[in-house]
């Protein structure tokens, strides 16, 4: 079993910087692709980043050249680096596990998620 616990949310301006981590327990994640997903309000949840086992990243086209996925194996933890914050990054954001980095909006392993709020 993987517990997922995401930290690093708060409130910024608007061109501001924050950096999300989630660490896991139960397992070791070297294994797993991992994923940031966001939610907001009135709309469904979508995938911001994901970086498979072998360190391949894919950003939402919204995102690209702003946001950063990285992980460290040893610490089991991935990171999203947030740059350029727009008030329309505004959501909950949740960390995600799977073995397969394809069907990770399907994964049993979430996170709790942790409150972005961007004010303009």
């Known amino acids: 079993q993987v517990q997922l616990v995401e930290s690093g949310g708060g409130l910024v301006q608007a061109g501001g910087s924050l950096r999300l981590s989630c660490t896991a327990s139960?397992?070791?994640?070297?294994?797993?692709?991992m994923g940031w997903f966001r939610q907001a309000p009135g709309k469904q949840r979508e995938l911001v980043a994901d970086?498979?086992?072998?360190?391949?990243?894919n950003y939402a086209d919204s995102v690209k050249g702003r946001f950063t996925i990285s992980r460290d194996n040893a610490k089991n933890t991935v990171y999203l680096q947030m740059n350029s914050l727009k008030p329309e990054d505004t959501a909950v954001y949740y960390c995600?596990?799977?073995?397969?980095?394809?069907?990770?909006?399907?994964?049993?392993?979430w996170g709790q998620g942790t409150q972005v709020t961007v004010s303009s």
């Open positions: 995600a596990a799977d073995l397969v980095v394809a069907t990770m909006q399907y994964s049993n392993y």
């Open positions: 139960g397992r070791t994640l070297s294994s797993y692709a």
């Open positions: 970086i498979t086992s072998g360190g391949s990243t």
